[in-house]
Antibody, heavy 122, light 107 residues
C-alpha cells in the first residue's frame, strides 16, 4: 500500500532554512488524484497545516507561514518537499507529510507519514 | 481563517462510558469536518470524515454528527485503547484548521 516517509536534518540553526522531503512509496506522487500536504505539531501542542501541492505544481499555503514556505514536487524521484526559511525556535516541531484526495469533499488527510522532529537551535 | 473550537480540552471517563466531544466552527463549513485520533507518540489517524462517515476499519463505537456549525464525536462505550487526543479539522477551504484537541483518559 502507499506509504509516506519524511526525511531531512533534525537540527537547524536559527535564521536558516528548514528543508524536508517526503518520499511516496507504493504509489505515484504524479497521480492526478491527490494533493500532498505538510502539517506540523510542536511538542505537546496541536496540529497546524502548512500547505499543499498538487501534481500540476499548484500550491496553497497557510497565510500565517506563506512568506516563508515553499512546497515543490519532484516526480522523477516520487517526492515532494518543504522549505521553511528564516526559522526560529517557534518552528521546532514534528513535521508530517500527508495525503488528501483532489475532490473537495475528500480534502481530509487519510494517509500520514510517521513524522520527523525538527529542532531549531544554535 | 476558520477557527475550530473544541471542548472539553480534556476529560476522564470510566470504561464503558459514553463520551462526547464537541467542535464548533467559526463559520459555515457545510459538512466538511474530519475527526482524528492521536495516541501518545503516534501519528494522527483519520476516524471520521464528512462529519459522520466512519473511515474504513474504525470501530463502530465511534460516531459523528453535525448541527449547523456544531459537530460532535461520540464514543458510545469507552475502551482502554481509546485513550488518545482527538482533533477535529475543517477541510471546507484552505487554510485547513484543526481544533485544539481533547485529551481522553480512563478514570
Amino acid at each position: 500500500q502507499v506509504q509516506l516517509q519524511e526525511s531531512g536534518p533534525g537540527l537547524v540553526k536559527p535564521s536558516q532554512t528548514l528543508s524536508l522531503t517526503c518520499t511516496v512509496s507504493g504509489g505515484s506522487v504524479s497521480s492526478g488524484s491527490y494533493y500532498w500536504s505538510w502539517i506540523r505539531q510542536p511538542a505537546g501542542k496541536g496540529l497546524e497545516w502548512i500547505g499543499r501541492i498538487y501534481t500540476s505544481g499548484s500550491t496553497n499555503y497557510n497565510p500565517s507561514l506563506k512568506s516563508r514556505v515553499t512546497i515543490s514536487v519532484d516526480t522523477s524521484k516520487n517526492q515532494f518537499s518543504l522549505k521553511l526559511s528564516s526559522v526560529t525556535a517557534a518552528d521546532t516541531a514534528v513535521y508530517y507529510c500527508a495525503r488528501s484526495e483532489w475532490e473537495p469533499i475528500y480534502w481530509y488527510f487519510d494517509l500520514w507519514g510517521r513524522g520527523t522532529l525538527v529542532t531549531v537551535s544554535s | 481563517d476558520i477557527q475550530m473550537t473544541q471542548s472539553p480540552s480534556s476529560l476522564s471517563a470510566s470504561v464503558g462510558d459514553r463520551v462526547t466531544i464537541t467542535c464548533r466552527a467559526s463559520q459555515d463549513i457545510r459538512y466538511y469536518l474530519a475527526w482524528y485520533q492521536q495516541k501518545p507518540g503516534k501519528v494522527p489517524k483519520l476516524l471520521i470524515y464528512a462529519a459522520s462517515t466512519l473511515q474504513s476499519g474504525v470501530p463502530s463505537r465511534f460516531s459523528g454528527s453535525a448541527s449547523g456549525t456544531d459537530f460532535t464525536l461520540t464514543i458510545s462505550s469507552l475502551q482502554p485503547e481509546d485513550v488518545a487526543t482527538y482533533y477535529c479539522q475543517n477541510y471546507n477551504s484552505a487554510p485547513f484548521t484543526f481544533g485544539g484537541g481533547t485529551k481522553v483518559e480512563i478514570k
